[in-house]
C-alpha cells in the first residue's frame, strides 16, 4: 500500500521568479494584459467616434423616406401627401385656398 501523506512544500505552488518558465509565463500574462487593453481602448475610441458624429443613425434614415407630393388646385404649389387638404377630390395646401376655389 502506498503511502498518502504529502508534504506542505508539495501542495503550495513555488513561484520562482528566476525561473526561465516563470518569466515566460510573466511575459506572455504581460502581452495578454496589453492587448486587452488595446481592445478596450480601441472599443472607447470607435463608440465615442460614433456618439459624437454627425451621421444620422439607420433609424433617422428610414424616417426620412420620399413622400409623393401632390400640387395645390387653387396655386399650383407643391404640397406632401400627409399635409394636403382634399375638398370635392381636388388638393389643396391650406383651408383658405379650398374655401377661396369654392367661391
Request: charged content about 20%; overall charge negative; proline content about 6%.
Amino acid at each position: 500500500m502506498m503511502n498518502a501523506v504529502c508534504s506542505f512544500k508539495d501542495l503550495i505552488i513555488d513561484f520562482d521568479l528566476t525561473h526561465p518558465a516563470t518569466k515566460s509565463n510573466l511575459d506572455l500574462m504581460l502581452i495578454v494584459r496589453l492587448i486587452l487593453l488595446l481592445i478596450v481602448v480601441a472599443t472607447l475610441l470607435w463608440l465615442l467616434k460614433r456618439l459624437f458624429s454627425g451621421d444620422p443613425e439607420p433609424e433617422q434614415l428610414d424616417a426620412a423616406k420620399p413622400e409623393n407630393m401632390r400640387q395645390c388646385k387653387y396655386c399650383g404649389v407643391h404640397v406632401p401627401e400627409s399635409a394636403i387638404l382634399v375638398r370635392n377630390d381636388a388638393p389643396y395646401c391650406c383651408q383658405e385656398h379650398a374655401d377661396l376655389d369654392q367661391q
